[in-house]
């Protein structure tokens, strides 16, 4: 696989937007049979952010977008290309094209794409294709999900793990690729691990024509099965970017996985060798946001000052599908 065909790509901006209604622990605890040291204890996480129910995806997404192309130093109109990465748009046909209209970007060609909690960086590799083949030159990716709206709230094996939320980055033209290296992976086998499934009943149409009609059932995991996924295949999926980076272990600065669980993050990072101050993590204020987590966490690191242009990160995704996959990306044009 040629991974450094053509002109390369640098990541200029990045943005984030969450909706401003916590929930936590202890107020779900009134909800459902838990608590807050059972949660805390088990995966990290302290509260989540929820959309009410006027907010929509791209009420999320917009604001997360307009942060991330002022800090790229560019004008709307300037973006050409537009990926948004979710499972969960406010129209089945796609919200990419919403975000479009409201963000003004009238030069940009824009379409949604699924890979789940992978969406992000399914989403990166996706848009650093057109760019490198010379096709588009300034993107803007973004991660946002409302998975709210697909959590079966009595359930508290799903239930204390998601949140709602949107992050952005601008991806443009260099003369010096930035994105170093990349490995996606897919196994449709284990499925079922992870879904939000459609279930229809048959309604009869005329004699023998039929048709299902029904709606998306709640979020279903098998959770240990997950974490053992994500625990093996995860190091391996990083090690395999690192290996088509020309990179290694010592040359990371930052490890940027999806913040789903942090027994995960620290299972992957003890694997890796990589100490506990180089991973980030803010899943205790956000639960899981899907394909934004990873933008989120980002655009906060970047904000905050830990993420200097130059640095070295290894970022991962895993989830439904089951997707996995990892890019090793220097920050900002430095």
Same mark, same amino acid.
Request: hydrophobic share 45%.
């Given at each position: ?9 640098? *990541? ?69 290309? *537009? ?54 030159? !300034? ?26 939320? =949107? ?10 690729? /930035? ?11 284990? !499925? =079922? ?28 995991? !098998? ?9 093996? /295949? ?29 027994? *995960?993050?620290?299972?992957? =990072? ?5 100490? =506990? ?58």
């Amino acid at each position: 696989m040629v991974q450094h065909a053509g002109r390369g790509i640098v *990541i200029t901006g990045s943005g984030s937007a969450v909706p401003t209604m916590a929930l936590s622990n202890q107020e779900l605890s009134q909800i459902v049979d838990t608590s807050d040291e059972w949660i805390t204890t088990r995966t990290g996480i302290r509260q989540r952010r929820l959309a009410a129910p006027p907010q929509s995806l791209v009420d999320l997404a917009v604001p997360a977008a307009e942060a991330a192309i002022a800090m790229a130093g560019l004008a709307v109109t300037d973006v050409d290309l *537009i990926i948004l990465a979710t499972s969960t748009p406010d129209d089945l046909f796609g919200s990419a094209s919403m975000i479009q209209a409201r963000l003004g970007a009238t030069q940009a060609v824009a379409f949604d794409l699924t890979a789940a909690c992978s969406g992000f960086i399914f989403g990166l590799v996706t848009g650093a294709q057109y760019l490198r083949a010379g096709t588009y030159q !300034n993107a803007l990716l973004i991660g946002a999900d409302i998975l709210s709206r697909w959590v079966d709230w009595g359930d508290r094996r799903t239930c204390v793990l998601f949140g709602d939320g =949107a992050g952005a980055v601008v991806l443009q033209t260099a003369d010096r690729d /930035r994105l170093l290296g990349f490995e996606l992976r897919s196994d449709g086998t284990q !499925n =079922a691990c992870l879904t939000l499934a459609y279930q229809g009943d048959p309604q009869s149409l005329t004699g023998p024509v039929a048709v299902a009609k029904g709606t998306y059932q709640p979020i279903a995991m !098998n959770g240990q099965e997950v974490y053992r996924f994500a625990v093996k /295949r995860v190091p391996e999926v990083i090690e395999k970017a690192l290996y088509r980076a020309a990179r290694s272990v010592e040359h990371i600065d930052w490890l940027l996985l999806h913040q789903a669980n942090q027994r *995960i993050l620290d299972a992957v =990072a003890q694997r890796l060798k990589i100490p =506990a101050e180089k991973v980030l993590s803010n899943l205790a204020q956000y639960g899981n946001t899907s394909a934004a987590s990873i933008p989120i966490a980002l655009d906060e690191a970047v904000r905050q000052g830990k993420i200097q242009p130059g640095d070295t990160i290894a970022a991962a995704g895993f989830g439904a599908g089951l997707t996995w996959g990892a890019v090793i990306f220097q920050w900002g044009p430095g």
